[in-house]
């Protein structure tokens, strides 16, 4: 559980920066509420007009969605279907539209002289045609356009099918280009493109005949927002369209031109189409983000489907690993893996250009970090049993991952890690790895790789050689993939590299139990279920581990249970010892014949022999008396004081006291019957009076390393020796006592633990009486937060 334990204060910790980060965050947007964030498009003049009617507030740009700024206090521009979503939900509450925005097809006649009049004339064109999306490449820019052209391909109840298909052919024929001003045909809005009259292009505006959308654009606020001056004076001088149609007609067409320009009339039906818009321009458009989340509904959907995942695969290995440090850390492993994908699902939530998001960011080195420390702690913990102390390397290794990750979170002081300029408006995709980066990659790394040469060495006599391949080939491949991550191949860097090393990592850990290079023993429980032999393991605790089916439930006469000790519990199995009592029977008949042939002349044999056990019994009698008077009269008077007052304690130690007379008197005739007394004899009757004194409040562990024969009188003293520390402890108040019984060289002794007041422990007079008689030495110990006291002999001299 230590291994555990360190982990999970790892965890810990990194929650508490993510929560440290959120709290800088929000310090971060103190004071932003007198804020407005307009669309960053090229050479747009709709910011200065708003500079103009809002003097008090300060305009920014974003590539960003619009809406996420509402929750700030903040206005932001936004196009009708978003306000009028915002305005439904709540999320904002007023709307100020201001001027038009409708899509064209712009065509600098400088470039090109083809005839184009709708949307079905592009491709046919030959010209390379750029994509003109407001709000940079987010959800809301590629709405708006793909809506324009999918509302002249398809009509008032539109798809996107269409206006997939004819973007896909120009992305096919490498003549789509996103955010481009200078091809000879643009697709754009008419505002745009008189902008670029403005700057003295030959631009012809062509609104297709097809048809198109004329959307409003305007502020949302969840604030009155009163603006000042002349409003539309400012918008008509900044070359926008006013909502009635009003313009400069020096550079926009005709009013007639617009006639194919439709209003929307349905924003349920543009909202519900256009949530594809992102998944649909990626995949089918553009053939990006193939394999790996590409829109916000699959950022949130895949998450969730990979945690379901990461977590039926935990359940199902700890359900056949039977090796305590695999179960572990497949355990840690899923812990890992699911709280990385969590703070990336979290992150992706937030402004990617905040400080929340950076430190979120960062975090995730927290958990990939963590991955090769969990590896290398299960090369080194497999096989080992009963220790849960990490060894010093592994230790080094912990503290210098733990060192890189602090230069990971310090990175804003010293850009080791990343080259980061936090002074650019978008610093979130424009940063370089620095050395510190590549330092953090070699030790990952170097990491996976020693866990797999440690597991290679430990799994040397695995028969299935040929199974190593599928591990070290997933690993390979976990490699290469962070190398072209890091190198930002598309194939690699358009993925979810959270989502994609945590695959890998599930991939490589079930690939190396299925080939024997992590051993989880998952055929022991069918091994044993068939056995045609009685058998069964326990644990420490005395539940069953493993079992045979052929195990009896019950013994019979001809069944016999053996039970042995094992590393972290016991086994069991029976013997079918019918043929010894058959033999046993045979041996008695033949012993009742020679019996009754010979009765005549053992006669006389026999009355001698009862005179002779006569008076030994009546001697052994006399002696055993002797020995247990005081304890016999003890015994007698708690259980008349049990008659008078009953108490749960008091009946414990009469119990206790029972125990020990019984097996006092055993051991007595033991004394006289064999010189040795077998270690497990001893072991059995000291457990048995160790249970008895758990009922009196006291919990005793017993460990004994005695595997010899042990003089039957030294046996005898110690069973005395602990019954008086038990009762002693059970007066006193001591709820727990370790027995430890050891031989060292010729010596012999049992040690007992007991707290602090146990110093104040002394022998009575009978009992240190028989100590030296038997040339017995009692000592005590005083430790630092315990006594210690004990009894030894040794084997060369002594009472035997």
Known sequence: MGVVYYYAMKLRYSLILCFLAVFLGACEQTG?????????????????????????YTVKTTGLQPLRFLNTGSATEAFDPQAFSALETGIAKHWYPQYLATGIIAIDRDMTSARINSWSDLPAAGEDVGLCISF??????????????????????FSLEKAASLLRQLNVEKRLFQNSFDKAIIVCYDFQAVQMIKKGRNIEIIVPSEGTFTFERGLLSNTPLEFS????????????????????????????????AYRITDYKHFNRVMLDTVRVMRRDVLRIRMYSSSDGREHQLFPLMYIILVMVWIAWVINRAMQKSVRQASFLTAIILIGWILLRLVRYQLDGNTTPARYMWFSFYLFELSL?????????????????????????????????????????????VFHIDLNKPNW???????????????VYYAELAGAVILLLIKSARNPDKKGFIFPVVFLVVLVLYNIGYSMRIPIAWESDITMVTGILTLLFLETAMRTGLIPVNSKYKTLFKHSPLGMRIRDEKGNNVLSSAALLREKDENTMLFDAPITGGNVQWQEDISSLNRLNSDIKASVAKLTAANSLLGEQEKIKR??????????????????IA???????????????????SNTAMVALLLCYVKRRCNLFFRERETDLLPAGELNSCLNELAEMGEYCGVKIIVSSDIKEDTPARHATLFYDFFYNAIEWAALNGCENMIVNILRKDESISMWLRLPEIARNFQINNELETAFRAAKGIYSMKELDDAAGIGLSFSNKGGEK
Not at 246 to 255: I, L, N, Q, T, V
Not at 630 to 648: P, R
């Open 136 to 157: 940079g490449s987010s959800r809301v820019g590629y709405e708006t356009l793909m809506a324009v052209i999918a509302r002249g391909l398809s009509g008032e109840y």
């Open 610 to 627: 009862e005179i002779d056990e006569k008076n030994a019994k009546e001697e052994i009698t006399a002696q055993l008396e002797a020995e």
């Open 630 to 648: 005081g304890y016999s009269k003890k015994l007698t008077e708690m259980i008349e004081g049990l008659a008078e007052g009953q108490t749960n």
């Open 32 to 56: 932003q509420n007198e804020v407005v964030y307009c669309a960053s498009d090229v050479d747009a003049t709709y910011p200065s007009v708003v500079s103009q009617i809002l003097p008090s």
């Open 372 to 416: 090769p420390l969990v590896a290398l702690w299960l090369a080194w913990a497999m096989g080992k049993q009963g220790t849960n102390k990490l060894p010093l390397w592994l230790k080094i290794i912990a503290v210098i991952n733990g060192a890189l990750l602090v230069t990971v979170f310090t990175n804003d002081v010293h850009n080791f």
């Open 229 to 260: 001056g002349d409003m539309n004076a400012v918008l008509l001088a900044n070359g926008l369209r006013l909502l009635d149609g009003r313009c400069d007609r020096a550079f926009y067409p005709d009013e007639a031109a617009y006639t194919s």
């Open 428 to 442: 979130n995709s424009e940063y370089d790895d620095n050395i510190g980066y590549h330092i953090q990659r070699v």
